[in-house]
Nanobody, 121 residues
Framework: QVQLVESGGGLVQPGGSLRLSCAASGSIFSISAMGWYRQAPGKERKLVALITFGGSPNYVDSVKGRFTLSRDNTKNTAYLQMNSLKPEDTAVYYC???????????????WGQGTQVTVSS
């Protein structure tokens, strides 16, 4: 069993900052990638940022220069620092991880429960 637990969402004014955290726990052999997706009302879930093991983060163009994704491999935790937030960043943010539960298991997708980020004055 694997769980992704998110924290850090909330209400912030335009130009403000928030930091999201995602901790993976349970039966984990390795994590190949971690990142964040977001889903605005009435829209599809879309990738925001993703980092692979040993790699550099990749970002969707709309958040480049404002968001920073980092990962603590010792804690199986990913962080999304969001600065200069805009109203269009308002969405439910979902943590994502690509995980092997045992050495010989297949990679599987795992999702967090989602955390609301609202940017409004």
């Amino acid at each position: 069993q694997v769980q992704l637990v998110e924290s850090g969402g909330g209400l912030v004014q335009p130009g403000g900052s928030l930091r999201l955290s995602c901790a993976a726990s349970g039966s984990i052999f390795s994590i190949s990638a971690m990142g964040w997706y977001r889903q605005a009302p009435g829209k599809e879930r879309k990738l925001v940022a993703l980092i692979t093991f040993g790699g550099s983060p990749n970002y969707v163009d709309s958040v480049k220069g404002r968001f920073t994704l980092s990962r603590d491999n010792t804690k199986n935790t990913a962080y999304l620092q969001m600065n200069s937030l805009k109203p269009e960043d308002t969405a439910v943010y979902y943590c994502y991880a690509l995980i092997k539960q045992t050495e010989y298991a297949s990679l599987r997708d795992y999702w967090g429960q989602g955390t609301q980020v609202t940017v409004s004055s």
